[in-house]
């Protein structure tokens, strides 16, 4: 029997993860490009390499087996006949506004081994890899030629937690708040479509579409402003129960769809937890300000404690939602755990510089690789003596050129494999 791939909690012992290590795509930013690529500054990739692979040995001396998003693809479009239906999905999303440079570019890309392939998957496609004659040149080329690529890159991706998620014995997709990153998902499904890593949740998608052939019609049906949703907004608390954050990065409209999706399904999910939390650049995702660290404890940044709102959402009748809103926080975590009380562990002291210039270094946003056990980069240095004086184990890494793409541990990890709960 195939074993399953099972996400019961944020703090069971962590046994597999996806990762993806950084690689050329992170050497397109440039100064013009970084707010439309979501970064903050441009990383060294050579650090940046190091400090992944110092985050993917500490997983695997944990007990923790590591896998990479560019090993599944390769292994999916060796395995497989996909090539055409790949280049045929890229040559839409990219910046080919012409026909007869969108046949030249796709003749490109089947012509392509399966490992190049991969690599336009992520890092994209300049323009100048591709020879043109200058008379073949259009007026939209000559236009637009200050924009290098026709296929943009996805120097996000190492942010594996945000594509999508394991939430029980099932899985979900999400949607992209920003163009940047909408390709992501597209990878990530046809990763669960076609590698077997991924066929215990081939047939249990709680949110997203059949099939990868059915991509374009989810995307184009769900997509917008109003429809985004991320897992940096969502943590699992136990095998009933889920926290959903209202964030810059995911909506409304798709927390709540989503969680009538969940009720309606086989996902044993029961409760959950919807935390509002401000539109910022500082705390895009919820995870960002708040991380689960023990089986009753959670990190919590202290500057949002006064500007969250929070709703308890369980089965109504007739496919409805139960909507109550909860007094605080720690009561509706302890209600959805169905536990007396739960530790709120602050990431700094109150309204302090350090705990803000530290939040945005992404101290809330820990990873657990066991009850009591995170992963924090070592910058943080006044939260994490905060964490160890609250009886939680910390294993630091280097995060300087990490950090710079706005994202901590959590971010960079989609647990697909954790003990169950206790």
């Known amino acids: 029997m195939k074993p399953g791939l099972v996400v019961s909690s944020e703090v069971g012992a962590l046994r597999k993860v996806l990762l993806h290590r950084p690689g050329k795509e992170v050497e397109t930013l440039t100064p013009e490009m970084l707010e439309n690529l979501l970064f903050e500054d441009i990383p060294w990739l050579k650090k940046l390499r190091e400090e992944h692979d110092g985050f993917a040995d500490l ?76 008379r073949n040149r259009s007026l939209s080329w000559w236009i637009q030629e200050d924009f290098p690529f026709y296929i943009d890159p996805l120097p996000n991706l190492y942010f594996t937690r945000d594509p999508g998620m394991i939430i029980g014995t099932g899985m979900v997709l999400g949607l992209m708040q920003t163009q940047a990153r909408s390709r992501e998902v597209y990878l990530l499904n046809l990763i669960r479509c076609h590698h077997e890593l991924f066929a215990p949740v081939r047939d249990r998608l709680w949110y997203g579409p059949n099939n990868d052939k059915d991509w374009q019609n989810y995307a184009t049906q769900w997509h ?13 608390l136990s095998d009933t129960a889920v926290v959903m954050g209202v964030s810059m990065r995911s909506s409304v409209n798709a927390v709540e769809t989503l969680a009538e999706h969940l009720f309606r399904s086989d996902s044993g999910i029961r409760e959950i937890l919807v935390v509002k939390i401000p539109v910022a650049r500082a705390c895009m995702h919820l995870d960002t300000v708040l991380t689960m660290v023990d089986w009753d404890s959670f990190i919590l940044f202290p500057g949002i404690a006064d500007s969250i709102q929070v709703f308890k959402l369980s089965p109504g009748r007739a496919g409805t939602l139960k909507i109550k809103e909860a007094r ?84 960079m990890s989609m647990p697909i494999l954790r003990d169950n709960s206790p």
């Open 224 to 236: 917008g402003p109003g429809n985004s949703l991320e897992g940096g907004d969502i943590l699992v």
């Open 59 to 134: 997983l695997r001396k944990q007990g923790c087996e590591v896998y990479y998003y560019s090993d599944l693809l390769r292994e999916v479009l060796h395995d497989t006949n996909l090539a055409r239906e790949v280049a045929e999905y890229l040559v839409p999303t990219g910046r080919l506004p012409q026909s007869s440079l969108r046949n030249e570019v796709l003749e490109f890309l089947l012509a392509m081994s399966a490992d190049a392939l991969v690599e336009v998957m992520i890092a994209g496609l300049r323009k100048d890899e591709i020879s043109h004659g200058r």
């Open 328 to 411: 605080s926080l720690e009561k509706g975590l302890a209600d959805v755990l169905g536990v007396h009380r739960v530790r709120l562990i602050a990431s700094g002291i109150r309204d302090g510089n350090i705990a803000a210039r530290e939040q945005w270094n992404n101290s809330a946003n820990t990873l657990a690789i066991a009850p009591g056990k995170i992963i924090t980069y070592n910058r943080n240095n006044s939260a994490n003596e905060l964490f160890e004086k609250a009886g939680i184990e910390v294993l630091e890494i280097d995060g300087s050129e990490l950090t710079r793409g706005r994202g901590g541990p959590r971010c």
